[in-house]
Structures are given as structure tokens and as C-alpha cells.
């Protein structure tokens, strides 16, 4: 094996990591320009949300945690199952990335996961020092022409990264006269542009320097700081405020109607704070919504960081439970409902119900569509995240309770807006736990040409339950499946009935061939076959939900053409094996794993949904395996570059006994003109079976960071595997693979790119 240019010697696979960074210093902001670090652009559109009363009282969560760009800060994923995260996003209009940098831009995890909800996603500019924060605004407010500069710069990063506007706070004092000038007319020029660029866009001034330029809190909207609040699209209120400043707030604000502008400050850690934070937040936001003002939940990962993470989802489902009631719902519009619960985090990855990697990840721009979690008034049933087994991804909903009078409902989605083009494909996963004499069912309600009708999706075998035993109910549990239907449903039985799947899940799949409507509440129905009892107790998994157009869940075309760019190979230090050690190549990787990691070959229904993205690219799966094994001797090229992945699965395995490791850096592109939700990327040795997942992401393209080969490997194959919004993917064995030659790797110079038509 030939090693690259001197000039990469040096990489190292923690630095060369794609990672989302803030701008730190005026200099990083003049030198600034688009293209320099395109793995960190969002991709996912803001989703469109059910319009509301414009006096609606909204809800921003301001995001602090230990300084910020922690596991997050990784665009492709990171390893670990403990990381914080939010998944009320229904509760939440807008989210604030928050860090002490000068330029907070916010990681692309963040904008995906806010954009999917419909959540609006700000970035943070903030001055603070006597000394740096002074410096930094007689940069920017030198003259207009400066102001104009940075504000521009600001809308570029917005258009850039995808997200939606910024939190302004100044936290140090600005000199009356010119300076102030400059700073009233940054703000008004800077909400311009950004409404200009980004229609729905915002800036929203922090409760800081007054308009004579001292530094002096006012915990209330007053003639001090209206002018900001007069020159952008809110103001967020700082925290140690009392009742009296509310109501004033309120009454300045209603003045010029914008009540819903003023978002008064609550730090959930409770310092000088009404009520004290934490579980007593809801003391605060009762007294806020008094006033119809917006509120501002500062630091809630208070849940996280001061409580811990061993009861992390009790801890915060609690948090969120106590203050729903103040929080309004949005509700977004939806063309269809796919989702795992999975929360873009998992101690391993699951697909079909099968382990495909065995190590922790985390990436939140793989979090599917979260349902409601909260806890009925007689905590009956109870509706827990299951985090050690799954469906699709990484988690589950763990729902246990009793029937009571013959039935049990469990409302997931109360109020969702989803209308799908007939005809319509529903389907659901579950692995029963005790659920003796009880039969499980999806509820769906929707309004069809203005009615309310129920739609129950059973068992073949199953009674109706006497309460839905109405006129403008559907018993769809004989489904009238058509035989051009039978593609989509590779798991399903001849007769339609519930079918086995991995490790004790079970699939119910049915095709609707009438208009739904628009669908507004699904529910999940436990009940008794037979007599009802009075009580019985059940625990059952519930895997997945999937209610999507048939026209959406056809299998998508495979990518056809990649480009390898960077590709190096150079010594690990670090690693070091016994000489004396053999290796199994096949499966020196993939031991702990209980399922093929080939995809799936069954049918075209594969990862639901399924999230990954963990990527420590050393060459693990998804996790940290180090992968020293790999086959000697030659795989041939096609003339193209590209070969099918069942030519080369030759299923034999070789021995070798490595005694130098290098790590191979590259990165890989695709092009890929039809619509995908995310991309999985898969590596593989000469002469292995199996391939490696190394992680998913929403762009096109993917960096390979430090995969551990040994010597004398002399080609590694890359495969890319499409899914879509509806879960669903091409078999991996169907995909196109393209072939890295590493031994024709040249030393010294550049290394030659690669292209694959």
C-alpha cells in the first residue's frame, strides 16, 4: 500500500470530522463565505404549520448547555446514547441556539429537527466584556456601512445554514451619541433584510442595554429599550421581573398590537427567577399567559444537565407534562405519518426489528415524528420511551395499563392535520408483552367530505368493540388488498392477517382504496376478545406507524454515480495489533451484531424511518469497532468504476495477520436527482459479505474520516442507499457500488480523484 502526499500525514481523524463551529472573533466574520464547510447545511424545509389566532401567546426555548457545540455539534452524528435532546417539539414555536461565541450559528441537527416540526430556528449574536464586547461592537458599528456589512453577512448565514433569524443581546455598554445611532439603525437594517430573504424570518432583542447605552436590565418592555423593540420582531424579557412589570409590559406592547412580541424571560434553573425554576416553571408561565405576553424558557436542559441522564426522558417528560397547559400547540400540516418514536438517538440501531448496528449513536436530524407523551389524569395507561428495544431506529413506546369496561385508548397524535392521496397504505408494528385475551388496534379518525369518521384497523378475527359500534365507523380489518398491492408488503401474509418479523414484532399492513380525507387523531385501542372484564392488564412495544399515500411507499432508484474526492492513506499511530493475532476478516466487525448487515433483501420496505448517523469514522458500522480485517488480492474495476454488490460477495472468508494500520480519509459524493429523505452509506472490504453502515445524512455527500485498513488492502468498496420520506429504501443488494483502489494511491503529489458515471 503507497502512502499520500506528505502534506496529509498529519490528519487527524477527530479535526478532520465535519463539525458545526460558531465565528468567534470579528475576523472570522469579514472572512466568511459560503461553500467552505457545505456538511453542515441544513436540508429539511421549515414545515408548514395550521394557522392560529394571531394573539396566540408563543413559546421560544433558548438552548444553553455547557457552553453549546457538545455531541450536537457533529453534522454526520456522534457516538454516544446520553446525549441531550428535545422531542416536544408541539409545544415549541421557537428554538434559540445559545452559546457565549460571538456568532452562534446553530449545529445542522438542531435546524433539521426544528424544521420538521415546524419550528423556527434562530442563531445568537452576542457582546459581552468590558473589554472584547466593547471591541466587537466598534467593529460592526463603526459607520452604516459596517452595520450594513455585518447585518448582510448575518442574512448570508441564515440563506446559507437554512436557519431563520437571530437573537440579539449586547451585554456590555455602547457610547451614547454615534455608536447608539449605529446600533438602532444595525437592527432595523438587519429585521429588513432578513424579512426580505427569509419572509418568516426573526430577530428578537435581548433585554439589555438601554437606549442610553448602560448596560441595566429592565425585566419589562419600557421606554428604555422600545426603541429595539420598535426596530425588530420582538424583545426576549431578562428573568428577575415581577407580576407588576408583566402587566406594564403588556400594556406598552398592546399600544403598537404586538402583545405576542414581548417574550418574557423564565431561566429554568430558577435563578432570582418567580417561582424558582425547574419543576415550578409552570408558576411562572401561569403568570406570563395572565398577560397573553410569549414566554422564553432559558436553559431547559436544566432537565439534563442538573438532574442527569439516568432518568433524563422521566425528568423532562415531566418538566414538559407540568407546563403543556401553558404552552399553545402548533400543529403542522402532513402528507403523511411515518415515524419509529425513534428520538435521533439509541443505545444501537435497529431496522425491521433487527440489530443492524450494535453501538450507541446519536443524530437528531434522524428523529421521526413524535407522538404525544403525556400521562392520563389516572395514569392509566402509561405511555413510556422504551430505550432497549426498537423497531426503527433507537427507541420504542413502551404502553402498559389495564382495560378497564372492555377497552383501553392511548391518543398518540390528538391533533395532527395529515391528508393523503388515495390509496392509502397504513400499517403498524408491535411486539406483545402481555397481552393474553386482548387484541390491539389502530384507530385512525379523520373528516371526510365534512364528516368525522373512525377508521379501525384490526385483526382479521377480532370483535368490534361495542363503543365504536357506530354509524360513521369503518371496520377496515379485512383489508381489501388488491394484487398489485402485494409489493409494498413483503412481510405480509397470504390472507392479510398479522405477520412475524424479527424478534417476536409483528406487522399489520393494509391498503385503503377511498378517499381518507384529512386525518386529525390517531390512537392506539387495546381490548378484550370475548366478555368484557372489568380489568386487565397488558404491556405491549409499539415499533412503528406508517400512514402515507401508496403512490409514496414505491421503492425509489438507486444511486448510479459517485464521485470520490481527497482520498488519502496514511499510518495509524495509535493502533496497534499483535502480529501473532489473526483476524477473521468477514466478521472481525460485526460480531455483536444479531442481524444481517447487508440491508434488507426481503422487499422494499427496509428502515422505516430509521435513524443512525454516529459515525466515529474509524471504521465501525456506527460506533467504535475498529474494522483491521480485510481481505488480500485484487477485486477487478468495471470499465466504469462501478460494479453490482452481489458480484462481489464472494462468501468465503480469508485470514490475515496485520502488523501496520493505516486510515483512509476520502470523501464521497453522489448524484441523485430524484426526491430521498436521507442517504445511508455503507463500506465494505474486498471479499467480504458484510457491509459496514457508516452513518446517514440528508446532503449528498459524506466525509470518510480515519477508516482503520490494514496493509496491504488493496481496494475498499462505497455503496449509497436512498430512502424516502416514507421509509421506504432500495434493498442493499439491489444498489450500485463504487470501488476505491487504494494501492494506486500516489506518493509523493495529490491524489487523483475518482468518478464513477
Known amino acids: 500500500m503507497e502512502l499520500a502526499s506528505e502534506s496529509v500525514l498529519q490528519t487527524d481523524p477527530e479535526s478532520d470530522r465535519p463539525q458545526c463551529k460558531p465565528l468567534k472573533t470579528w475576523q472570522d466574520v469579514t472572512v466568511w463565505v459560503p461553500g467552505y464547510d457545505d456538511f453542515c447545511r441544513s436540508t429539511v424545509p421549515l414545515a408548514e404549520s395550521v394557522s392560529r389566532p394571531s394573539t396566540t401567546p408563543l413559546t421560544l426555548v433558548s438552548h444553553d448547555m455547557a457552553g453549546g457545540y457538545l455531541e450536537d455539534r457533529y453534522p454526520q452524528g456522534a457516538n454516544t446514547a446520553t446525549a441531550y435532546r428535545i422531542w416536544h417539539w408541539n409545544l415549541i414555536d421557537i428554538f434559540n441556539y445559545f452559546s457565549h461565541n460571538f456568532v452562534t450559528i446553530p449545529p445542522t441537527t438542531w435546524v433539521n429537527v426544528t424544521h420538521a416540526a415546524g419550528t423556527l430556528c434562530l442563531g445568537t449574536v452576542i457582546t459581552e466584556g ?13 459607520s452604516w456601512k459596517t452595520c450594513e456589512f455585518f447585518a448582510e453577512k448575518l442574512v448570508a448565514l441564515c440563506l446559507y445554514y437554512n436557519f431563520d433569524g437571530w437573537l440579539i443581546n449586547i451585554e456590555n455598554k455602547i457610547t451614547p451619541g454615534e455608536q447608539m445611532v449605529s446600533l438602532i439603525y444595525f437592527c432595523d437594517y438587519l429585521t429588513k433584510a432578513l424579512h426580505r430573504a427569509i419572509p418568516h424570518g426573526k430577530v428578537i432583542w435581548y433585554d439589555s442595554v438601554t437606549k442610553d447605552g448602560e448596560l441595566a436590565w429592565q425585566d419589562e418592555l419600557n421606554e428604555n429599550n422600545k426603541v429595539f423593540f420598535d426596530s425588530t420582531d420582538g424583545i426576549f424579557l431578562n428573568y428577575t421581573w415581577t407580576e407588576e412589570k408583566i402587566k406594564s409590559s403588556a400594556v406598552l406592547a398592546a399600544e403598537s398590537n404586538r402583545v405576542q412580541d414581548v417574550y418574557v424571560g423564565v431561566d429554568v434553573w430558577g435563578r432570582n427567577q418567580f417561582g424558582g425554576g425547574g419543576f415550578n416553571t409552570n408558576m411562572a408561565l401561569e403568570v406570563i399567559r395572565a398577560s397573553q405576553l410569549s414566554a422564553a424558557l432559558f436553559a431547559p436542559a436544566w432537565s439534563f444537565e442538573k438532574l442527569g441522564s439516568g432518568k433524563f426522558i422521566l425528568h423532562n417528560n415531566l418538566f414538559w407534562s407540568l407546563i403543556e397547559t401553558h404552552c399553545p400547540e402548533h400543529t403542522i400540516k402532513k402528507n403523511m405519518l411515518v415515524t419509529g418514536f425513534c428520538q435521533g438517538i439509541g443505545k444501537h440501531l435497529y431496522v425491521q426489528g433487527g440489530v443492524l448496528s450494535p453501538y450507541e449513536w446519536f443524530n437528531q436530524s434522524q428523529q421521526h415524528f413524535q407522538p404525544s407523551l403525556f400521562l392520563s389524569d389516572d395514569d392509566n395507561p402509561v405511555i413510556r420511551i422504551c430505550t432497549h428495544d426498537a423497531f426503527a431506529g433507537g427507541t420504542s413506546l ?233 481481505a488480500i488480492g485484487e477485486t477487478p474495476l468495471s470499465a466504469t468504476g462501478e460494479t453490482d454488490l452481489n458480484t462481489l460477495a464472494t462468501g468465503h472468508t480469508n485470514t490475515i495477520t496485520p502488523t501496520i494500520v493505516y486510515r483512509l480519509y476520502l470523501t464521497i459524493e453522489w448524484i441523485y436527482t430524484e426526491e430521498a429523505d436521507y442517504f445511508s452509506v455503507y463500506h465494505r472490504f474486498e471479499n467480504s459479505e458484510k457491509h459496514l453502515l457508516l ?63
Not at 468590558?130 to 463603526?142: Q, R, S, T
Request: with cysteine; net charge negative.
Open 130 to 142: 468590558w473589554i472584547d464586547g466593547e471591541e466587537l461592537c466598534a467593529a460592526f458599528l463603526e
Open 398 to 630: 413502551y404502553l402498559t395499563g389495564h382495560v378497564v369496561g372492555g377497552t383501553s385508548e392511548i391518543n398518540l397524535f390528538p391533533k395532527v392535520a395529515v391528508h393523503c392521496e388515495h390509496p392509502v397504505l397504513v400499517s403498524y408494528s408491535f411486539k406483545p408483552v402481555a397481552l393474553e385475551n386482548l387484541r390491539i388496534a389502530l384507530i385512525v379518525s379523520a373528516i371526510v367530505n365534512d364528516n368525522l369518521v373512525t377508521y379501525i384497523f384490526g385483526e382479521t378475527s377480532s370483535r368490534v368493540p361495542s363503543c365504536l359500534q357506530t354509524e360513521d365507523c369503518r371496520d377496515i380489518r379485512s383489508p381489501p388488498m388488491q394484487d398489485d398491492d402485494s409489493s409494498l408488503i413483503p412481510f405480509s401474509s397470504p390472507d392479510d392477517q398479522t405477520s412475524p418479523l424479527l424478534n417476536g414484532w409483528m406487522s399489520r399492513i393494509f391498503v385503503i382504496h377511498e378517499d381518507m380525507g384529512e386525518i386529525t387523531q390517531v390512537e392506539v385501542m387495546i381490548f378484550a376478545d370475548g366478555t368484557d372484564p372489568q380489568t386487565m392488564p397488558f404491556a405491549v412495544l409499539l415499533g412503528d406507524i406508517r400512514i402515507c399515500s401508496v403512490n409514496d411507499s414505491r421503492r425509489p432508484p438507486v444511486v448510479s454515480q459517485y464521485i470520490i474526492t481527497d482520498p488519502a492513506v496514511i499510518p495509524d499511530s495509535t493502533t496497534s495489533i499483535d502480529s501473532n493475532t489473526n483476524v477473521n476478516l468477514t466478521d472481525s466487525a460485526t460480531a455483536n451484531s444479531n442481524t444481517d448487515q447487508t440491508g434488507s433483501a426481503t422487499g422494499n420496505t427496509d428502515q422505516t424511518g430509521s435513524a443512525t448517523g454516529n459515525t466515529d469514522q474509524t471504521g465501525s458500522a456506527t460506533g467504535n469497532t475498529d474494522q483491521t480485517g480485510s
Open 695 to 757: 452513518g446517514r445524512v440528508r446532503i449528498k455527500k459524506f466525509r470518510i474520516s480515519g477508516i482503520t485498513v490494514p496493509d496491504g488492502t488493496v481496494s475498499m468498496e462505497f455503496v449509497v442507499q436512498p430512502t424516502t420520506a416514507a421509509g421506504i429504501t432500495v434493498p442493499l443488494s439491489d444498489c450500485k457500488a463504487v470501488l476505491v483502489p487504494l494501492s494506486n494511491l500516489p506518493m509523493p503529489g495529490p491524489c487523483e480523484d475518482i468518478t464513477s458515471p
